[in-house]
């Protein structure tokens, strides 16, 4: 079955602390790659995607995301995080021969300590 | 330009009642989907229309769910009668092309009580 897996679902990190959110993916077949974001109170925005080309991705805010087909991931870094940072992030998949039909992980909450 | 509106926000309904969520994508984008999120777990996909027409309903969860988009402008998702398992956030989102970046709204809150 399709299935994404974000490997934490609290993360308490100070400011200026590196950052690493996990994300694997079942589905077999091509796919395009998302990151979502959504700070308290707001929409779910898009951080970053990966639809082919550069495995290396960068997204908004200084996020980055790398594509490593062998390992079905598609983790997000960010070297120096900020108290604005805290939200939650989401990992996505569909396939790229796919509608709009995003298979999203169960979120990762990131609390920044100023 | 304005993004993906949703309305209501919040919506707390006593369980038998009918709740009625109104998505109002962005304009010109004739992809439009709804996804739901119920407590504590993953964002999961309902459906995917393509301008008026149901291009996948496979995340419907059952009949009591109905969704429309008269006119291939915006969709509204019925729900009746609403079960306490109903509880959750509605979110709506469009986007130009079916390969593209999809756009989210707020969500609409539905409690059951």
């Known amino acids: 079955a399709q299935s994404v897996s974000q490997h934490n679902h609290h993360v308490i990190l100070s400011e200026a602390a590196s950052l690493e959110l996990g994300c694997n993916y079942s589905y077999g077949g091509t796919v395009n790659l998302f990151w979502y974001v959504q700070y308290p109170g707001q929409h779910l925005q898009l951080l970053l995607k990966y639809f082919s080309g550069d495995p290396l991705v960068k997204g908004i805010k200084g996020f980055e995301a790398e594509f490593i087909k062998s390992k079905f991931s598609f983790n997000l870094r960010k070297p120096s995080v900020q108290w604005s940072d805290t939200a939650e992030y989401f990992c996505?998949?569909?396939?790229?021969?796919?509608?709009?039909?995003?298979?999203f992980g169960q979120g990762t909450t990131l609390q920044v300590k100023p | 330009e304005a993004g993906v509106t949703q309305f209501p926000s919040h919506s707390v309904i006593e369980k038998g009642q009918t709740v009625t969520l109104r998505c109002d994508p962005i304009?010109?984008?004739?992809?439009l989907y709804w996804y739901r999120r119920v407590m504590g777990k993953e964002i999961k996909f309902l459906l995917h229309?393509?301008?008026?027409?149901?291009?996948?309903e496979s995340g419907m969860p059952n009949n009591r769910f109905l969704a429309e988009r008269t006119g291939g402008t915006y969709s509204t998702l019925k729900v009746q009668p609403a079960e306490l398992e109903d509880s959750g956030v509605y979110f709506c989102?469009?986007?130009?092309?079916?390969?593209?970046?999809?756009?989210f709204g707020e969500g609409s809150w539905l409690t059951v009580v």
């Open positions: 304009s010109g984008h004739d992809n």
């Open positions: 989102a469009s986007s130009q092309h079916m390969v593209d970046t999809i756009y």
């Open positions: 996505a998949v569909v396939g790229s021969s796919n509608t709009g039909k995003l298979i």
């Open positions: 229309f393509v301008k008026e027409s149901k291009q996948d």
